[in-house]
């Protein structure tokens, strides 16, 4: 008898663990689902391009596609706003479910929109709306997602298990660029994929983000957000957020620096190795895919090292190494490359930017009290990234476009040379946490 008590508490400290696990599994899934629709829309641009838009040169084209997706940017705050408060007000795990119906909802809308060639000037316009519809969803979707997962990690790991959000937003790159790769390779012909192919992807989207729903009901919500609500809760709205304005300044300026290199070396890449480099859109985007499957695995890694030495020294090593070696690393991928050694220049940029990546969302959570953490995360992050990250790809092909590329590669840098200087100067965001232990 004694030893069966004494056995009880750990049974339901397992049962608690493999719940916390289970949830964390459930609410990053959901996450990928999410942004494999989100980048869907770039890995597949170089062949929908032309269908939504008047006949024209390359870079005319993919200058119209990247202005919808800098555009599809322009509502997240809107996003963030919306679902930050609602998931500051009706819980996490109520705002991930959202997030995710108005993702799906999106991606069909892609899927099924005639070309220009049949509607005109209604398709481009149509495109335009379901991006607005997908910005919304992903803006509330990372404030919620990067609480919620900072939330449920136990102490002393939130930065190993924090980083699989963004293990989960390169996921969904990868599985975007691996449907890629085998509808170009095995499935379809050139000509399959440039008339119709490209909509298979948003169809696949639409299906997973079912799942993904179906996944999230079973997600439980977060202790903090429960013992906050049944005390005396605070509003979450703009007025309670102004409150805070260090630590919002702080997520805008690292923002600004982190989602710039980001973008850069993600989405805008595969388009620079074709565009530049002269890659041929199959290589390009198998490049692209061995790169972000680096990406991804290094990510807890580098979240795991963040719990040991602190959030503080990683971006301030993100911040260095942007700022001093992102214009070498552009200028080497832009001459004449082999596979080989694309792939490790472009690996070298990824692994500089996981000092910002992996601890994303840890770090901006532990600014913030729990009754305006989710919209204190995803507002300013919104913000930042609707005027840095979703205009970085339509900036380098604008630049492209008037012979000045280069410019762009010193703009990345200065980004990245802002993270520094704000990084230098503030608290480690783990030293002076306020995730309730």
Request: glycine content about 10%; proline content about 4%.
């Amino acid at each position: 008898m004694v030893a069966t008590e004494a056995a009880r508490p750990q049974t339901q400290s397992d049962r608690k663990y493999r719940m916390r696990l289970q949830s964390i599994f459930r609410g990053s899934i959901g996450n990928l689902v999410e942004y494999f629709d989100w980048y869907v829309y770039s890995a597949f641009l170089l062949y929908f391009a032309p269908k939504f838009f008047p006949s024209g040169d390359t870079t005319a084209q993919l200058m119209n596609g990247a202005a919808i997706f800098a555009v599809g940017f322009l509502v997240r705050p809107l996003g963030g706003y919306l679902l930050g408060s609602y998931a500051d007000r009706k819980g996490r795990r109520a705002a991930l479910m959202l997030s995710v119906w108005l993702m799906c909802g999106g991606s069909l809308v892609i899927a099924c929109t005639p070309t220009y060639e049949t509607i005109g000037v209604a398709a481009p316009i149509v495109l335009l709306l379901a991006r607005l519809l997908q910005g919304i969803s992903l803006g509330g979707e990372y404030g919620s997602s990067a609480t919620y997962l900072s939330e449920m990690a136990t102490p002393g790991r939130r930065g190993f298990y924090s980083s699989f959000q963004y293990v989960t937003i390169i996921m969904g790159q990868l599985l975007a660029l691996l449907i890629l790769v085998t509808l170009q390779r095995v499935l379809l012909t050139p000509a399959q994929l440039d008339a119709w192919g490209w909509r298979i992807p948003f169809f696949v989207g639409a299906l997973i983000a079912a799942g993904a729903i179906w996944l999230r009901r079973g997600m439980a919500e977060t202790d903090s957000f429960t013992d906050h609500t049944s005390s005396s809760p605070k509003r979450s709205n703009i007025r309670e957020l102004a409150r805070h304005p260090r630590e919002v300044g702080v997520v805008l300026a690292l923002t600004a620096g982190g989602t710039v290199s980001f973008y850069t070396f993600t989405t805008y890449m595969q388009k620079y190795l074709v565009n530049t480099t002269g890659f041929s859109k199959d290589d390009a985007t198998l490049i692209s895919t061995f790169a972000l499957l680096f990406f991804m695995v290094i990510q807890p890694l580098a979240g795991m090292l963040s719990d040991f030495i602190g959030r503080r020294a990683m971006l301030i090593g993100f911040g260095a190494l942007g700022a001093t070696c992102t214009v070498p690393l552009l200028t080497a991928l832009a001459e004449k490359q082999s596979f080989g050694s694309a792939l490790i220049w472009y690996g070298c940029a990824l692994l500089i930017t996981t000092g910002y990546t992996s601890i994303n969302a840890i770090f901006k959570a532990e600014l913030f009290p729990v009754h305006i953490r989710a919209l204190g995360v995803g507002f300013p992050f919104a913000v930042g990234v609707s005027l840095f990250g979703g205009t970085a790809e339509y900036l380098a092909l604008w630049l492209k476009s008037i012979g000045h590329e280069v410019w762009f590669y010193y703009y990345v840098s200065a980004c990245a040379g802002l993270s520094l200087i704000v990084s230098l100067f503030m608290k480690d965001p783990m030293a002076v946490s306020k995730i309730e232990k």
